[in-house]
C-alpha cells in the first residue's frame, strides 16, 4: 500500500514537500525515486535515491529539490523548492528501476506563474 500526499496549488518560487509513506517496501534493499507526468505526455524521472544514500537528480531540477527517506517510517520525501510552471505534474513514487512503474495514483502539483 502507497499513500503519497503533499501535493497542491502554488505560485512560482513556492515551496512543497510530497510525501510517499509505504508498506511492504524495504528501503534498505531497494533505490526509491520519484517520477512525474505531465497531462498529455510520457512519465519521466525526477530524482532518485540509492540505498548506499547516493543521489541522482535530473538537470532541471538540481539545486531545487531533494530527495530523502526515512526508513523507520518506511516513508520517501521530496522537498521542493523555488517551484517552477514547468514542475507542473502529477508525482509518483516508484522503485528506481526501468520501466518507471508508479506505486501509487500519484499526487498532483500546480505551479502558478
Known amino acids: 500500500q502507497v499513500v503519497e500526499s503533499g501535493g497542491g496549488s502554488v505560485q512560482a518560487g513556492g515551496s512543497l514537500r510530497l510525501s510517499c509513506k509505504t508498506s511492504?517496501?524495504?528501503?534498505?534493499?531497494?533505490?526509491m525515486a520519484w517520477a512525474r507526468q505531465v497531462p498529455g505526455k510520457g512519465l519521466e524521472w525526477v530524482c532518485g535515491?540509492?540505498?548506499?544514500?547516493?543521489?541522482y537528480y535530473i538537470d532541471s531540477v538540481k539545486g531545487r529539490f531533494t530527495i530523502s527517506r526515512d526508513s523507520a517510517e518506511n516513508t520517501l520525501y521530496l522537498q521542493m523548492n523555488n517551484l517552477k510552471s514547468e514542475d507542473t505534474a502529477v508525482y509518483y513514487c516508484a522503485t528506481f528501476s526501468t520501466p518507471i512503474t508508479p506505486w501509487g495514483k500519484g499526487t498532483l502539483v500546480t505551479v502558478s506563474s
Open positions: 535515491l540509492y540505498t548506499e544514500g547516493v543521489t
Open positions: 511492504g517496501v524495504s528501503f534498505s534493499r531497494h533505490a
